[in-house]
């Protein structure tokens, strides 16, 4: 072999490599902490989103397809949380639907799912353009067990903010409701 020929092909060889190890991944810095004076606790994704939520709550799983990472409080009331980019999602990779727009095509391809997936039921709770928002019930059975989750699904700049509280009898209907509505409308 050449000279030239070894420069060429190391220089593929080279080329291969480096374009395997770019990405079209973004970094992120996820960090969570309790605030013991505040009596908080803070969940944040950079550059996607934060949230402080009232009380102490412990990481649980976390569900690498939706994003959602779950918590749970010494009450055993479980939540779950997901910040992400508004041009993430199947239904709109082109990032063509925005703002109010995308919130109410996240609201109908979401509970689409749940209804026709688990033959699950939905309830639109509140609609909201000013701030960008929709807050809706997803119940009924799934294997003889009782399902009843609320969603806040909101768009802050393009950034997308999923938060709901799973089925508890602990809380209200009206103090979910707060709950979900005083995460993101805090900053």
């Known amino acids: ?29 996820v960090g969570f902490d309790y605030n ?3 009596n ?41 949380i997901a910040f992400n980019r508004f041009d993430k999602y199947e239904f709109n990779t082109d990032g063509s639907i925005k703002g109010f727009e995308f919130v ?10 749940f209804v026709e997936s688990y033959g699950l039921q939905r309830r639109l709770l509140e609609s909201d353009s000013s701030n960008n928002f929709i807050l809706y019930q997803i119940y009924g059975q799934i294997d003889g067990a ?15 903010n999923n938060l709901s509280v799973m089925t508890t009898a602990k809380w209200t209907e009206d103090k979910k409701i707060e709950f979900l509505k005083g995460l993101y409308l805090t900053d």
């Open 36 to 38: 013991v004076s505040e």
């Open 146 to 160: 009782d399902f009843s989750t609320y969603f806040l699904v909101g768009d802050k700049n393009g950034n997308v």
């Open 104 to 113: 109410k095509a996240f609201y109908e391809w979401d509970s689409k799912y």
């Open 1 to 29: 072999m050449t000279f030239t020929r070894i420069l060429l092909l190391l220089t593929g060889i080279l080329i291969i490599i480096l374009t395997g190890c770019t990405s079209q991944r973004e970094s992120t810095i």
């Open 40 to 80: 908080q606790t803070d969940y944040f994704i950079v550059p996607y989103g934060s949230v402080s939520i009232p009380g102490k709550w412990e990481k649980s799983n976390y569900n690498s397809i939706s994003g959602q990472q779950f918590f749970v409080n010494n009450d055993s009331v479980r939540i779950a």
